[in-house]
């Protein structure tokens, strides 16, 4: 008899469901945030400036296109933890399907629309023209195997909706270890540059992709994947749309918001475009605790939410902010410390290294806010909340921010005052979400919830 890696969240310790659901998706986004890093890296220093400062511009392009998937993905998770939550067995099934085909029709668009607009994209973003070029191929070759990486992150999605948290994190120490090497063999023996980079990221997202894909067909539980079954279920669908769309729409305008940024910040010309590049590699690794706990509390919110526990969900959430802001706090220290030092991994350039340690001793304090933001964003998506989240969330990130870019830019020439409009919106972000989560009438959502469950059956 096959032993169940799911985790029931309905009932047990609440800090320490968060916890060991959340270790091992720490680790993982531990190693997929290396995929871009470890490129970041070999670039930085095998290459050149303008090959580093080439791939980092390509990462908010990336994360636009990206980040609307995610958000569909989101909302497949949260439905999946609800019907494994309330026992529906047959709700899981027609999920774990729908999910998986319609991600395969998106990858379609999402390989057509990353590769043909690049150029455009890269424009828009005012990319100097000494790393045009690089960008435009970095940009493109990852589009043409971004299917692996969708694959992935929807599987993975799907082994975390029902508490499985740990194979994933297997699959991308694996796939990780694969995107190191390839970066080095590609770029120090064939010469490849950026496009080695690139290719070697592919190659190991695509690992990643059948190994995940592998164990679903593979379990024995409500989310065995049939493939012979793939269909898309509408009602099931809908509820995916109701969660995921707003979710995605937040995701792309805010990932889209961030290339605003960066050509602001793209004027100031290439040694400040690499710092800020290196400056996001720290940012993006300071910020995955939270991100963890967010995502564990999500599911255990979704979950309990699906046993009609409300009392506990809100318990976990509180919990959740405790130990998410605990972890984000001791992270801060060593970075402000040495921040110096640890920028020197991806370049020594001084120019370089004097807008990098400028960003992260500004912009790093904040980060207490994005905590918040992450955690209670997710927490208002896992209870099915995500219109609420996505207006919170597009207000402050999207609106705001970029009303403050656009006068700021005219009456400074300052790249600090520039990068303080990322911190300005977290501040914001945080106060909508906090009011918009003591405004939400639980119960009453809830007894609807019920109540539309009870008609169906």
């Known amino acids: 008899m096959r032993l169940s890696r799911s985790v029931d969240m309905t009932e047990g310790p609440i800090a320490r469901h968060l916890i060991n659901f959340a270790a091992p998706m720490l680790i993982g986004l531990i190693f997929q945030q290396l995929y871009n890093t470890v490129d970041t890296i070999v670039v930085g220093n095998f290459v050149s400036s303008q090959a580093l400062a080439a791939v980092g511009v390509s990462g908010p392009l990336i994360s636009t296109l990206l980040g609307f998937f995610n958000g569909f993905s989101t909302g497949a998770t949260v439905v999946i933890a609800r019907c494994f939550g309330a026992r529906d067995h047959k709700g899981v099934q027609n999920a774990v399907h729908t999910t998986i085909l319609v991600t395969l029709l998106m990858a379609i668009v999402f390989t057509g629309a990353g590769t043909a607009l690049a150029p455009a994209l890269l424009r828009l973003m005012r990319a100097p023209d000494d790393m045009f070029e690089e960008a435009s191929i970095y940009f493109r070759i990852y589009f043409e195997g971004v299917i692996g990486l969708m694959l992935y992150n929807m599987g993975a999605g799907i082994l975390r909706a029902v508490g499985d948290s740990r194979r994933p994190l297997y699959f991308l120490i694996f796939s990780a270890i694969v995107n190191t090497a390839g970066d080095l063999i590609f770029v120090l023996v064939f010469h490849m540059g950026v496009a ?192 609420a989240a996505m207006i919170c969330m597009l207000s402050t990130f999207v609106v705001s921010r970029q009303i403050y870019l656009f006068f700021i830019s005219r009456v400074t020439d300052s790249p600090l005052l520039v990068g303080l409009g990322y911190p300005l919106g977290w501040v914001l972000c945080c106060i909508s979400l906090l009011l918009c989560y003591r405004l939400i009438p639980w119960e009453q959502k809830q007894a609807q919830r019920q109540s539309g469950m009870v008609k169906t059956a």
């Not at 994947?225 to 809908?238: G, H």
């Not at 010309?269 to 991100?291: E, I, M, R």
């Open 196 to 387: 080695g980079v690139a290719y070697a990221t592919i190659l190991a997202q695509a690992l990643s992709a059948v190994l995940v894909l592998v164990t679903l067909v593979r379990s024995h539980g409500d989310y065995h994947l049939d493939l012979r079954r793939l269909r898309i279920d509408l009602p099931t669908l809908k509820k995916i749309v109701g969660i995921g769309l707003p979710t995605a729409l937040q995701g792309a305008l805010t990932s889209l918001s961030n290339v605003f940024v960066h050509s602001y910040i793209n004027v100031f010309g290439t040694a400040c475009a690499a710092g800020w590049s290196v400056y996001g590699k720290l940012d993006q690794f300071a910020l995955l605790p939270q991100q963890a706990i967010s995502m564990a509390n999500a599911t255990f919110v979704s979950q309990n939410l699906g046993a009609n526990n409300i009392a506990r969900a809100k318990r976990g959430i509180r919990t959740a902010l405790l130990i998410g802001m605990s972890c984000t706090a001791v992270l801060m220290t060593p970075l402000l410390l040495f921040a110096r030092p640890l920028l020197t991994l991806f370049n020594r350039d001084p120019d370089v290294l004097y807008y990098g340690v400028m960003f992260v001793l500004y912009i790093s304090p904040f980060y207490l806010f994005a905590c918040v933001n992450d955690i209670i964003g997710g927490a208002l998506r896992g209870a099915g909340e995500a219109m």
